[in-house]
Every structure is written in C-alpha cells, then in structure tokens.
C-alpha cells in the first residue's frame, strides 16, 4: 500500500483538489439538516412566510455549490486514480520487462497479466472511490455526531453510542474480507492460466479430441473462483442490513425520547428531526462503507500484488548493471570453460563442465538427444540463465561483464517455438530492427530462403498473418523467424532447432547463405545433413559434451556419431561425409 501512496504522489494536487472539494460538499451536507430545523422551528412552526423563503433560498444555493463541487471532485479524482492507474501499468510493465528469465520464470505468465490488468484496474478504482468517498464517510458519521451535539446534547448522545460498535464491526469484516480476496485473486490467475492454455493450444484440443475435458477443467477452475468470489461477497454483504438494523433502532430511539424532550419543552421538534436527518446520514455514509468495505479488501490484495512484483529483484548481476559502457559485440567468437549448469529448484545440473571453442564466422552444430541440454546450452549464451561454475566468454570477454541489451543487440535469435505476430509478414520480419527498409526485409527474406514463396502471395510482403500466422505452413513460419533474426545482421546467431520442418535442398540452401554471411551460427538439430559441413560439432548427451569436432573427425572416433549418422542416411552413405 505504501508503494502505490508512494506512486499517488506525483498527482497529490489533484488528489488535494480532488479531497478539498469533496470537504466543501460536505460542510454543505451537513449543515443542511440544521437549515431544515431553522425553517420548521422558525418559519413552519411560526408560520413566518418569509424566515421560510430566506432559508429556503439559502439551503437551495447551499445544494447548488454541493453540486458543482462534487462534480469538479469527481474530475480531479478521476484524473488522479486513472492516471495512478497508468503509471502502476507502465512501472510494473518495465518491471516486468528488466526480469531476467530466471526471474520472470518464477511467476506464471497468467499472475503477471492478471497483475497487469485487473489488479491495476482495482487499485485505480479503488482510488477514485478513495478520493471521492474514503475520507468522507467517516467525516460524514463524526460530523454528523458533532452535529448533532451540537443541536441537542441528549439526543444526539443516543447517536454516539451506536456508532463505535458499528464502526468496529466494520473493521473487523475489512481484515476478514482482505484474506477471502486474495485468495479470490490467487483463484482468478489460474483461471485466466487455464484460458490462455486454450486459446494458445487450441489446435491441439481439437486434434486431441480434448475439447471436453478441456471444458470440464475450466469449469472446475470457474467454479472454484465463483465460490470464493461468493464467500467474500456474503461477508461483505452482511455488513449492509447490520449497519441499517442497528441505525433504524437508533432512529427509533432518538424519536420516542424526542417525544418525550418536547413534551418537557426542552427539545423542539426541528431538533428532533435534524437529530434524525443526522442519524439517517450517518446510516448511509456506514452503509457506503461496506460497499467501500469490498472494494478496499479487494484493492488490498491487489495492491500486495503489485508491490510483489514491483519489489522483486530483477535478477541482473551488479557486472551487468554496471557494464553498460562497455558496448556490443563485434566479432562473435564464443568460448566455454567448465561451465556447468544447473535450473532454479531444480536437482541436477543440466549441463556439466563443458568447453569448446568457437572463432567469428564458423557454424556450430549442436546434436544430441532430447533433453540432453541443447536449449539450455544456447540460453546460456543468451544470458537468459548464468552458469553456475565456468566462465563464458564472448569476444574474449566474460559474459557477466556484458550488457544484455547490447549483448541481444548482436545476437540474432530463433526459438524453438515460432512465434509471429498479428500483423503483415514485412512486419514481422522488420520487427528485428527498427526503421528497417524495405531492401533490408528481402535481402533478409532471401537469405532465410522465404522470399520466393513471400512473392508468390496475394499481397506479398503486405500479406497479413493471423494471429500466430495460421496461413502459413511450419516450415515457411520457421524461415520468416529466421529472415526476422538475420535483418539484425547478427555477429552471432542461434538457430533452435529452427530447421525441422524444411526439405533437406531448402535447408542446404539456406545453411549456404548463413555461411556467406559470415556470422558465428549454433544450429541445433536433428538431422545429420545440417552438420555435415559445420566447422564444430557439439555432441551432447545427458548434459555431458561427449565429443566435438567436424563431420570427418567424429566419423573416425565416435561411435554414437558414427551410428546417428548411419540412421539417418544408411550404412552406405559413408560416402556423404566427403561433401565439404
Ligand atoms: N526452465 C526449466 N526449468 C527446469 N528444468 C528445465 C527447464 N528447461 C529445461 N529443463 C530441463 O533441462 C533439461 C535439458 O533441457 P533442454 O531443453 O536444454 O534439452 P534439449 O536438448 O534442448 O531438448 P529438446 O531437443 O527436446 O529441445 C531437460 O531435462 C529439461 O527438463
């Protein structure tokens, strides 16, 4: 909560004028009652016509500057909570952004969007409600107390003994209601978990015929958050008829002894109903306050939230933070020492003391079997992950000296899983370098072997892709990534496994342009033609480098090498290795 007051600051006029306002609306709200006691004592009762009309006229002016200020304090609040609003997405956002993976990877992707949106939403509204009404109830209820007071001691003590019960009441559900929303929330992230899962793997369900099931676990989850959301409400909603039970029971009160004070003579009957308009004020302003009640709980959990997030390391070394003058790379030699590797909460490392040399311009093929630690070997180079033990060193320096965002500046990337955006193909493949020119885009497209498909479209490089390019076949989605990581011009580039889906003529064509292009590439793969003509292979086998060396070299001393390759082409095909 502190943080999120910290963030209010920087609109404290608005939120000031905003408060000022709401406090001029009240003043007039409460002397109200005592106008009305003037007119039924003193023009009513009296039957002086014109003492009415003067009061009158004052208590209609009174209502017009409430109006106009609670207007203008609605406009400053929304300013105010709207804009905290922005701020809160836009912070958390670069939060969000600075973490490195490790870090990002410790929050479900669902709690961070949730966060994001509804979470943010809440606070902001929560706010305005603040500004509007948080600060005026209780002023309503101690005015009203003052107030009435001040009309008539006895009576208006009958006002004070109901209010503090109450009030206590009321903070008793706040604490009670906070626990039960944020559980609410926790329920809403798994639901929002569970609709991403489906709408990201839609394909699959249906494949899978698994649409029911699918249906039956986001209704579970759905039906989970209901009961939650219901078991916070009902508390929340109880408040209401206990507040209006007690007050009408005081109400009840100030009118029998208020009855009795005017059959005495000491109490007037303009008293007893301002004592009552009073009362009835404090009824609604605590009644407010449940209302308030939910939605503060619920603001609460979502500011803890935020402030979760927002207070969260983002994981970057001190050496990093610090390297930012140290600029990109230029040449694209990597070298491992010893490294070793291990996942957060994990209880093996994934890769164990591996070495090996790679200088600017050669291709890398990295092969070995599922799991053995390809992805994980390349995440290292990305510095999504640092090594445990080891240094890793890129152009002769170590990577934890580097900055990430020039480090990533020279480093052309292509993930396992494609991923394309809504948008054109020139977009898509223009998203890896700003301002890139339209020459750019096909010399990249060309050397990524799409660019004679990309022509042959309808609109060509305006064809438009729908969401995760749903027109366009795996293969041709893969070389459109890799036409997006090459327009960078990359002193290094990492290929996972991004050429499983082409023919093997498409794939030579391809691994041929990368090589004219003379950057340092890693190329995970599967299949043995794509390391036939690579400087280095990279032979892993359950997190172990097991060999390194060309194609002629592991042919003569590796067995498991020798035996993929004769998989793959037949024991005939001895002869293919001489193709360099
Ligand atoms: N984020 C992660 N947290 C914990 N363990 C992980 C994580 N990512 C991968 N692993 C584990 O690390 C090991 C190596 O995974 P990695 O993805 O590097 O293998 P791979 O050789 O690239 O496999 P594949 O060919 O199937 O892509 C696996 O046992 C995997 O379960």
Known sequence: MKQIAFYLKKYRAAAIMAI?????????????????????????????????????????????????????SSFYAAHASQSLGYDLREKLYGKVQSFT??????????????????????????????????????????GSMIMALVVHAELGFL???????????????????AILFKKVQQRLDTVNGVMQENMTGMRLIRVFVRREQEAARFARHSGELMQSSTSALRLTEITLPFIVLIMNAGIIAVLWFGHLEIRAG?????????????????????????????????????????SEALATDSGQTDAAQTARKTGGISEGSVEFENVSFQYPNTDAPVLEDISFKVSPGQTVAILGATGSGKSSLMQLVLRLYEEDQGVIRIDGRDVRELDTLHLHDSIGYVPQEVLLFTGTIRDNIAWGLDNASLEQ????????????????????????????????????????????????????????????????????????????????????TQKISSTLNADLILLLDDGHLIAQGNHEQLMENQSLYRRIFESQFGEEGSHVGSVK
């Open 20 to 72: 000022f306002l709401m406090l001029v609306e009240l003043t007039v709200e409460l002397i109200q009652p005592l106008l009305i006691s003037q007119i039924i004592d003193d023009g009513i009762t009296l039957q002086n016509g014109s003492v009415v009309l003067l009061w009158s006229g004052i208590l209609v002016g009174g209502t017009l500057i409430a109006f106009g200020a609670g207007i203008l």
């Open 101 to 142: 993976y490790a870090v990002f990877n410790r929050f479900a992707t669902s709690s961070l969007i949730t966060r994001l949106t509804n979470d943010v939403t809440q606070v902001q509204d929560t706010t305005f409600m603040g500004l509007r009404f948080m600060l005026r109830v209780p002023l309503v209820v101690i």
């Open 441 to 524: 885009i096909m010399e990249s497209a060309k050397s990524a072997q799409i660019h004679d498909t990309i022509e042959q479209l309808p609109n060509g490089y305006d064809t438009l892709l729908g969401q995760r390019g749903v027109n366009l076949s795996g293969g041709q989605k893969q070389r459109i990534s890799i036409a997006r990581a090459l327009i960078r011009k990359p002193a290094i580039l990492l290929l996972d496994d991004s050429t499983s889906a082409l023919d093997v003529r498409t794939e030579a064509a391809l691994l041929k342009a990368l090589n004219d292009m003379s950057c340092t590439t890693f190329l995970i």
């Open 159 to 177: 006002l004070l003994l109901t209010v503090p019960a109450l009030f206590l009441f009321v903070v008793w559900i706040v604490k009670k209601a």
């Open 266 to 306: 000491s109490a007037t009957t303009g008293e007893v109903v301002a004592i009552v308009n009073y009362s009835l004020r404090t009824a609604g302003a605590l009644s407010a306050m449940s209302m308030l009640v939910s939605a503060f709980s619920r603001a609460r959990a979502s500011a803890q939230r935020i």
